[in-house]
């Protein structure tokens, strides 16, 4: 989640999360990097029990989150639970929520069923779709793999009988003819699962005192198939409890504290990134890109996928990095635990009518372990793995604050707060990883032989103190001004001071030039910003440490030989924090008691970003860490919304627009470029000049605007990487609508992205090996690649039908670009209100029924029709990756019954 463009390179540009008042760690620990499927990570924002939330408000612009330091330059999340409110019904009521839901796969690519393994119209059991026509009769196209042929077709000797005798693995298994036919295996492996939630409120108001407490219970199953002990393969699974209190002591002392505890688990298949020839580095298992290109003649359910005898993987494929997706899915398994605390306590004081000091004290605690286990025998990893890691983050907050309203004159009037707070964060994490297990099958770092252990701890500390004053003129003109400094202690004292302000100005002209007389204008008002903050960097980046080895060496004799050394990074005494400032116009309006109105238009500078610098290695280290680049940001915000008046039947919709276009402005001098994320090879990249993220990757070679053609018919590619596509969106739209009839309502959300580049290794894989509807046709038909030779005149080389593909879309990371236009339905509901029952022992005051659905439809316009793709499925997870697809899973679809009851 990104708000208003980019701020960082290579930091978090994730927004500030403030939960009833606490801001939340946002120090996201991915439980697998990139390369051993980090796109299943789940964020810690999934912490926070959806029914739980009474109101969401989102600030992004600097000149609205100044106060809320370093934290809040990437915008805040205002995330309220807690209604302190005791103005309600005194008494005790109670709420119930209830959903089911079923969870599906969304979006599956469309397979042809006409054609089976093979090349050239040739069998063979490869992982291609090429082969002969399901009808064919022809004994030859089938050479030795041939049995018989009956009134339904070929029936081929048994992929076991042949190659390695997988047979022999099965003994007393008989294996029998083997039917030449298209089979359903990718939409038979995708299974329906089950969503549960359940919620449980209690408020309890008396005249001086306010006590709230809930219980939640989240269970979510994925939609992988069950094993075979029926255990579920894909899970989350979230309990909650809070507490909140607020009481008067006195008529100028009030109390309030809240507590919430929060655990959940998850199990994901791994989800590791896949090129079509297996996964990227062989890391770890990829389920769902060896399920996609499952060729259509492979029985996938027909096929047994574990030795009787010991336990290794068994498949179709004689020689290859892609193993039985059965065998994957119940001899691996990723897992994670969290048990996460967040609470805090408020005291505010009321000095005198104008005057109210305010102290509160919040911590915020989670503890995270993952286990990953794969086992030996399968054909990606062959000797097994086994990763556990356990890590521990806490951030203590304290806030001091004292609040003004000041009535200055008769057209003057003074709202103002000034305060301070001390925040500090320790995080620790300790991590084993074991390979080459020995018996299979058993759980535990004691069965491998390898074993690397590491350790990691930081702690961080940040005092700041701050002030924020509005300065109202006769309720129509407001002047605002705000500064805050920071003092970090992850610069050297002399850079640790930062000092951040920002000023704003509104003006409601409505009121200042009565306009509202007129009939249609009911507001307007105009408003101006300009807001800074700062960035400052990890600990332990200004000074060069020592890097500890064991067994760094082992002698003949076996002596073990530890050693201590400089680091590789050499630490920057001098480095400063980052400067970021924002300049916002806006207006906001209202017309006819119906028709509203918001636009907003910023610029947006970020300075002296803090980057990492590769160093010649002549120097006696690799890196260090530098103020040396900028990025630059502008965008528009337009929010159109239109409510009927009040009658029996009610419309309301909303059309949002958000464009926004972030630019490298400076790069670091000794640098042409910076990864941030994928690979060297292809991933986004910061280049001067060029939009943030840009994706390069190896290009075509061209004369001018034409592809060259080797002399086989083929396209040339050229030796050096380069842009080859830009992942940001042109815009994004958001239409939310609905009507209310009596007791009924309807609702709908549709969301719309124009543009953004996605470099697709699904598509590319699926076209490749000849598996979708949009390869079907024209198989018999040579083809001439669109192109020039050589020496400049027109390509005229035919070539197989099949190449031609493998040319378009394997032979350079540009044939892999796709535009990620796409409409999608977001959500849909209908509800209905039901009506109050007095039952004498229990009165239900309110209640309610609704079915919902979510993701239904997905359609990436400018993808080949028979992908069927789903372009925010992408592979680097959370972070700034984006627009990198290397096959990871599919996106899921829900439709849920809810139910919600007040006693």
């Not at 002969?132 to 077709?153: H, T």
């Not at 007393?172 to 036919?181: A, M, S």
């Not at 298209?182 to 919620?199: I, K, P, R, W």
């Not at 959370?878 to 899973?889: I, P, S």
Request: overall charge negative.
């Amino acid at each position: 989640m990104t708000i208003r463009g980019y701020s960082s390179i290579t930091g978090t540009n994730q927004p500030l999360v403030v939960l009833d008042g606490v801001p939340l760690s946002n120090n996201f620990v991915a439980s697998a990097d990139f390369l051993s499927g980090g796109a299943s990570s789940s964020s810690r924002n999934a912490d926070i029990d959806p029914a739980t939330i009474e109101n969401i408000e989102v600030l992004s612009g600097l000149s609205a989150t100044v106060l809320y330091g370093e934290d809040g330059r990437n915008g805040v999340v205002l995330i309220s639970t807690f209604d302190g409110s005791r103005q309600r019904k005194q008494g005790t009521d109670v709420t119930f929520r209830q959903s089911l839901a079923r969870v599906s796969v969304s979006n599956l690519p469309k397979y042809q069923n006409q054609y089976g393994n093979g090349y050239y119209q040739n069998f063979g059991w490869f992982f291609s779709t090429w082969g002969p026509s399901f009808d064919s009769q022809n004994e030859q196209v089938f050479g030795g793999d041939f049995s018989s042929l009956d009134d339904e077709g070929v029936l081929l000797r048994h992929p076991y009988l042949s190659g390695r005798q997988f047979a022999s693995q099965y003994p007393g298994q008989t294996f029998d003819q083997y039917r030449y036919q298209a089979y359903n295996s990718v939409d038979e492996f995708f299974q329906s699962g089950l969503s549960s939630q359940t919620h449980v409120s209690l408020e309890h108001r008396r005249e001086q005192s306010l006590l709230q407490a809930s219980y939640g219970l989240s269970a979510d199953e994925g939609f992988t198939p069950r094993l075979e002990d029926g255990q579920r393969s894909n899970y989350y699974r979230r309990q909650s409890l809070s507490l909140a209190y607020l009481t008067d002591i006195t008529s100028r002392l009030t109390l309030s504290a809240t507590a919430r505890l929060i655990q959940s688990e998850r199990r994901t298949p791994p989800a590791a990134p896949a090129s079509g020839f297996g996964t990227i580095g062989r890391q770890v298992p990829s389920l769902f890109s060896d399920v996609f290109y499952t060729p259509r003649s492979v029985d996938l359910y027909g096929l047994p996928y574990q030795s009787q005898l010991d336990g290794s993987q068994t498949y179709y494929r004689l020689f290859s990095q892609i193993q039985h997706p059965l065998w994957t899915l119940h001899n691996t398994s990723d897992t994670e635990d969290v048990s996460r605390i967040i609470t805090s306590g408020q005291a505010a004081y009321q000095l005198s009518p104008a005057i109210e000091i305010k102290f509160r004290a919040s911590l915020d605690a989670y503890s995270q372990s993952f286990e990953r286990f794969i086992n030996r025998g399968g054909s990606q990893l062959p000797d097994g793995q086994y990763a556990t890691s356990s890590t521990s983050n806490s951030v203590e907050n304290y806030l001091l604050t004292l609040h003004l309203q000041k009535q200055l004159s008769g057209t003057l009037s003074l709202t103002a707060v000034a305060g301070g707070s001390i925040l500090s964060e320790r995080f620790t994490s300790q991590s084993i990883l074991s390979e080459n297990q020995f018996i299979f099958d058993q759980i535990g770092h004691q069965n491998f032989s390898a074993t690397t252990a590491t350790t990691r701890s930081q702690n961080e500390n940040l005092l700041g103190i701050f002030a924020s004053g509005v300065l109202a003129y006769k309720d129509f003109m407001y002047l605002t001004l705000q500064a805050r400094n920071d003092w970090t202690s992850t610069l050297e004292r002399g850079n640790r001071s930062i000092l951040y302000p920002s000023v704003s100005l509104a003006v409601v002209l409505s009121d200042a030039l009565d306009l509202s007389r007129t009939s249609a204008l009911d507001y307007l008002k105009v408003r101006a910003g300009l807001g800074s903050s700062a960035g400052y960097p990890d600990p332990y980046q200004t000074r060069t440490a020592l890097a500890l080895t064991t067994r760094a060496f082992v002698t003949n004799d076996g002596e073990i030989l530890n050693t201590t050394q400089i680091s590789n990074r050499l630490g920057n005494i001098d480095l400063e924090h980052e400067t970021h400032t924002e300049i916002e116009l806006g207006l906001d309006a209202r017309l006819y008691e119906r028709i509203d109105l918001s636009i907003s238009a910023y610029t947006k500078r970020s300075d002296d970003l803090i980057v990492d610098l590769p160093l010649d290695p002549a120097t006696g280290f690799t890196q260090t860490t530098v103020n040396s680049a900028a990025l630059s940001t502008q965008g528009v915000e337009v929010s159109l919304g239109y409510r009927s008046l009040p009658s029996r039947f009610q419309w309301w919709s909303r059309l949002q627009f958000f464009t926004a276009r972030t630019i490298v402005e400076e790069r670091p001098s000794g640098t042409d470029q910076i990864l941030i994320a994928g690979l060297p090879d292809v991933g986004n990249y910061a280049i001067e000049d060029q939009p943030y993220g840009v994706l390069q990757g190896t290009k075509f070679l061209r004369q001018g605007d034409d592809i060259v053609i080797n002399s086989q018919g083929y396209y040339e590619v050229d030796s050096e990487i380069g842009i080859i596509g830009d992942p940001n969106p042109d815009f994004n739209l958001a239409l939310q609508t609905g009507f209310r009839i009596g007791p009924v309502s309807v609702q709908a959300l549709v969301g719309y992205v124009h543009g953004g580049d996605i470099l697709s290794a699904t598509t590319s894989q699926l076209l490749v090996r000849g598996l979708t509807t949009d390869t079907q046709d024209g198989r018999e038909v040579p083809v001439v690649l669109d192109g020039v030779r050589g020496d400049g005149t027109p390509n005229d080389i035919q070539i197989y039908s099949g190449d031609a593909y493998w040319a378009r879309y394997f032979s350079a990371r540009e044939g892999q670009i796709f535009d990620g236009t796409t409409v999608r339905l977001r959500e849909v509901s209908v509800s209905y209100d039901l009506p109050s029952i007095d039952l004498g022992f229990l009165e239900v005051s309110d209640a309610s029924f609704s079915i919902m659905g979510e993701n239904l439809f997905v359609k990436a316009i400018n993808f080949p029709e028979g992908i069927n793709p789903d372009p925010e499925v992408l592979s680097t997870g959370v972070g700034n990756g984006q627009g990198l697809d290397f096959t990871t899973g599919p996106a899921s679809k829900r439709i849920s019954c809810n139910l919600v009851v007040k006693f």
